[in-house]
């Protein structure tokens, strides 16, 4: 069944859906008639089964009765930031849509010394807001109760502004020399929030890491192997959906 988000609160037992993107899909694409259930998210996050009462054509407007759904939250209960280092473009698009689709709460692409892919100021917010369509697709796609806000910095200094409670750095070399108890006892204390930056295809340089750490990040291994740059992400937010959502207390 079709999830859409909705820019509005829903309120009482009925709503009419008049985004034209989401009449289209639900309209044209998906041919929905009269009696068909769609779900929709308001702003509040909350779940709604709207059933489709009248299609109307003429004002691109879908007309529905809505009952409020007590289902469990699809979040991941921590706050969790992936912060990457721009790559290839079919990459960072990659990196939007997986991340989204395994709880990232933000999404931040950040300039570094090694990164092989620049942004012009002039493109940057073309590329955004497909980005951000990329991650309200897969959040759609994947019953979640938010889209994850995608940003781009383009400067260390920058990425300072969205720390969490938590700040982490993978970093190769620790993983070299097999580094593991950092990022567990990090994650075994349970913070709220959590951000790891994740370096280009060539890795953060020496002065980088230096900078992380000096601004509180720690540097952590992601197991034994070196990952590609659109692995370790996925990887890490495998590890904390196995922590805080799979593990039996």
């Given at each position: 069944m079709e999830q859409y988000f909705v820019k509005n609160v829903?309120?009482?037992?009925?709503?009419?859906?008049?985004?034209?993107?989401?009449?289209?899909?639900?309209?044209?694409?998906?041919?929905?008639?009269?009696?068909?259930?769609?779900?929709l998210v308001d702003t509040n996050e909350k779940l709604y089964a709207a059933t489709i009462t009248k299609i109307d054509v003429d004002n691109s407007q879908i007309l529905t009765a809505v009952e409020l759904v007590?289902?469990?939250s699809t979040e991941m209960p921590v706050a969790v930031t992936v912060a990457c280092s721009l790559s290839k473009k079919d990459k960072i698009e990659w990196i939007?849509?997986?991340s989204t689709e395994l709880g990232a709460t933000t999404i931040v692409f950040f300039d570094s010394k090694y990164s092989i892919m620049k942004w012009k100021k002039n493109v940057v917010e073309k590329k955004l807001a497909r980005?951000?369509?990329?991650?309200?697709?897969a959040a759609q796609q994947s019953k979640r109760r938010i889209i994850p806000e995608v940003i781009y910095v383009d400067n260390l200094q920058d990425l300072l502004k969205y720390k969490a409670e938590a700040n982490l750095v993978a970093y190769e070399e620790s993983a070299k020399q097999g580094?593991?108890?950092r990022l567990v006892q990090t994650l075994d204390e349970t913070p709220k929030s959590v951000l790891c930056a994740f370096g280009p295809e060539g890795g953060f340089a020496p002065d980088e890491i230096?900078?992380?750490n000096q601004a509180d990040f720690l540097s952590v291994g992601l197991g034994p192997r070196i990952m590609?740059?659109?692995?370790?992400?996925?990887?890490?937010?495998?590890?904390?959906?196995y922590?805080?959502?799979?593990?039996?207390?």
């Amino acid at each position: 069944m079709e999830q859409y988000f909705v820019k509005n609160v829903i309120s009482g037992n009925s709503f009419a859906i008049d985004d034209p993107e989401t009449f289209k899909h639900v309209a044209k694409v998906m041919r929905h008639k009269n009696g068909d259930v769609v779900y929709l998210v308001d702003t509040n996050e909350k779940l709604y089964a709207a059933t489709i009462t009248k299609i109307d054509v003429d004002n691109s407007q879908i007309l529905t009765a809505v009952e409020l759904v007590d289902s469990p939250s699809t979040e991941m209960p921590v706050a969790v930031t992936v912060a990457c280092s721009l790559s290839k473009k079919d990459k960072i698009e990659w990196i939007t849509q997986k991340s989204t689709e395994l709880g990232a709460t933000t999404i931040v692409f950040f300039d570094s010394k090694y990164s092989i892919m620049k942004w012009k100021k002039n493109v940057v917010e073309k590329k955004l807001a497909r980005l951000q369509e990329i991650a309200k697709n897969a959040a759609q796609q994947s019953k979640r109760r938010i889209i994850p806000e995608v940003i781009y910095v383009d400067n260390l200094q920058d990425l300072l502004k969205y720390k969490a409670e938590a700040n982490l750095v993978a970093y190769e070399e620790s993983a070299k020399q097999g580094e593991i108890s950092r990022l567990v006892q990090t994650l075994d204390e349970t913070p709220k929030s959590v951000l790891c930056a994740f370096g280009p295809e060539g890795g953060f340089a020496p002065d980088e890491i230096d900078f992380l750490n000096q601004a509180d990040f720690l540097s952590v291994g992601l197991g034994p192997r070196i990952m590609r740059a659109e692995t370790a992400p996925m990887y890490f937010l495998s590890v904390l959906s196995y922590k805080y959502e799979l593990t039996v207390k």
